[in-house]
């Protein structure tokens, strides 16, 4: 599976790039696994992904959760909690 | 209804927008608007500036479907909403939302409702500049619980 990912804010600064565009492994199969498996991809990745539980995830763009499914996925984002408005 | 929504860099005329919406109709009897503007303060400490990120394509998405989602709460006839992003100074707009219905109760409740999901639930983020340097606003759980007060906790209809 290829899927293109974005990061927001803090989750951005501290892997370094915005996006990018990867190919997890098939045991990768919800949101959860995806930041437990990029969490391995190096240090910036463990700093960015060290509280899971903080983050928040869209695919395609809508509001996920943590087991939300990756499949059929073209774009998964991770970013903070909101503070806009 | 018509609705206008809109994610710029630039400044918004709050006039100019409520007025657009009620130009040409004679079934509007309430406007309200709302104007959030950048502080010269962040938890007691002064601002030099902030710089507001988005998630360009999924924030007109989410305001969209909180404004369908408005929309089929009140009876309203319009609604507005304009997130600037970028850099801006204390004193400067952040986020206009303008909402026209017949009577000012749906359009009160409405622009109070929008605000309370834009900042819990559209993908903007803060960061503040100050003298000593720059940091990421947190999320307030203040803002959760205004947004949770409007989720409906009726039982569905029999």
């Known amino acids: 599976m290829t899927v293109k990912l974005l990061y927001f804010a803090w989750l951005r600064e501290r892997i370094g790039k915005g996006e990018e565009v990867v190919e997890p492994p098939a045991g990768v199969t919800t949101v959860a696994d995806l930041m437990g498996w990029l969490a391995g991809r190096g240090e910036e990745y463990a700093f960015a992904f060290e509280n899971p539980v903080v983050i928040r995830a869209a695919i395609d763009r809508a509001h996920v959760r943590a087991s939300a499914p990756v499949a059929g996925a073209k774009e998964v984002a991770f970013f903070p909690p909101m503070t806009g408005g | 209804m018509p609705a206008t929504i809109r994610l710029q860099s630039a400044d918004f005329d709050t006039g100019a927008e409520a007025a657009s919406l009620v130009r040409g109709r004679t079934d509007i009897g309430a406007v309200v608007t709302f104007?959030?503007?950048?502080?010269?303060?962040?938890?007691?400490?002064?601002?030099?500036?902030?710089?507001?990120?988005?998630?360009?394509?999924?924030?007109?998405?989410?305001?969209?479907?909180?404004?369908?989602?408005?929309?089929?709460?009140?009876?309203?006839?319009?609604?507005?909403?304009?997130?600037?992003?970028?850099?801006?100074?204390?004193?400067?707009?952040?986020?206009?939302?303008?909402?026209?219905?017949?009577?000012?109760?749906?359009?009160?409740?409405?622009?109070?409702?929008?605000?309370?999901?834009?900042?819990?639930?559209?993908?903007?983020?803060?960061?503040?500049?100050?003298?000593?340097?720059?940091?990421?606003?947190?999320?307030?759980?203040?803002?959760?619980?205004?947004?949770?007060?409007?989720?409906?906790?009726?039982?569905?209809?029999?």
């Open chain 2, 35 to 158: 104007v959030g503007v950048c502080r010269g303060d962040e938890a007691g400490t002064p601002v030099a500036a902030m710089v507001l990120e988005h998630y360009p394509g999924m924030a007109e998405a989410e305001i969209a479907r909180h404004v369908a989602a408005a929309e089929a709460r009140w009876p309203l006839l319009g609604a507005t909403i304009i997130h600037r992003h970028g850099r801006l100074v204390p004193g400067d707009n952040i986020v206009l939302v303008v909402t026209a219905a017949s009577h000012r109760g749906d359009a009160f409740a409405a622009a109070e409702f929008l605000m309370d999901y834009l900042k819990t639930r559209a993908p903007f983020w803060k960061k503040v500049e100050r003298a000593d340097g720059a940091s990421w606003v947190d999320a307030k759980s203040t803002d959760d619980a205004a947004a949770d007060r409007w989720i409906d906790r009726r039982p569905a209809a029999e």
